[in-house]
């Protein structure tokens, strides 16, 4: 099983271009989620989806769109880049489950300049 | 806001020691919480998970839950250099959505 897949892993934009992070898990879990780390703040959500077509915003969802059009993919879209926006980005899935944690995909490195 | 906090450290144990690792949350209302080790430049990690109050053990890693005073901890026994990581403390809401702390870096000397 890939498990989360997350496309690409390195990736530099220039402010005011636009790009889609790609998110495809496996595992036929009905939640997903986008996270953004930045150095020493740990991981703050921007996105989250319970289902195909429901998705809700999470603690940081500004400059960004999502969409969940089947129970596999999560894309997430950034408009119009800004030098904040420099982050690393985890996909991550997960069940109901009271004792199951999140997978994550390995991470999006992108940096704005 | 749900807040989750945890000592950024670093936390330096020489080898073969018992590390500490401590994390309050703010939500009362949260059920499960969960330990992640990040190695760095790497995705975090699951290992281990606590719902109940009291110690719940994995090998080397025990968990413990006081949901009274609203703090969760991680003991590494016999601690080694490939424990060096950075520790994530998360919280799972009644809405199945992950808080997590800032983590505590961890480095274990030889």
């Known amino acids: 099983n890939a498990g989360v897949t997350q496309t690409p892993k390195f990736r530099i934009l220039k402010i005011g271009q636009s790009m889609t992070l790609q998110c495809t898990q496996d595992?036929?879990?009905?939640?997903m989620y986008w996270y953004r780390q930045d150095p020493g703040m740990g991981l703050k959500l921007i996105y989250y989806?319970?289902?195909?077509?429901?998705?809700d915003k999470g603690e940081v969802p500004n400059g960004y769109n999502v969409s969940r059009s089947t129970t596999e993919d999560f894309p997430l879209r950034l408009e119009l880049a800004a030098p904040s926006q420099t982050s690393v980005y985890f996909c991550?899935?997960?069940?109901?489950?009271?004792?199951?944690?999140?997978?994550f995909g390995s991470g999006t490195r992108l940096t704005v300049v | 806001q749900k807040e989750v906090e945890q000592n950024s450290g670093p936390l330096s144990v020489p080898e073969g020691a018992i590390a500490s690792l401590n994390c309050t949350y703010s939500d009362r209302g949260s059920q499960s919480f969960f330990w992640y080790r990040q190695y760095s430049g790497k995705s975090p990690e699951l290992i281990m998970f606590i719902y109940s109050n009291g110690d719940k053990e994995d090998g080397r890693f025990t968990a413990q839950l006081n949901k009274a005073s609203q703090y969760v901890s991680l003991l590494i026994r016999d601690s080694q250099p490939s424990d060096s990581a950075t520790y994530l403390c998360?919280?799972?809401?009644?809405?199945?959505?992950?808080?997590f702390g800032s983590g505590t870096k961890l480095n274990v000397k030889p």
């Open positions: 998360a919280v799972k809401d009644n809405f199945n959505k992950f808080y």
């Open positions: 991550a899935s997960s069940s109901i489950a009271l004792g199951d944690g999140y997978t």
């Open positions: 989806s319970v289902g195909a077509g429901i998705t």
């Open positions: 595992m036929n879990h009905n939640y």
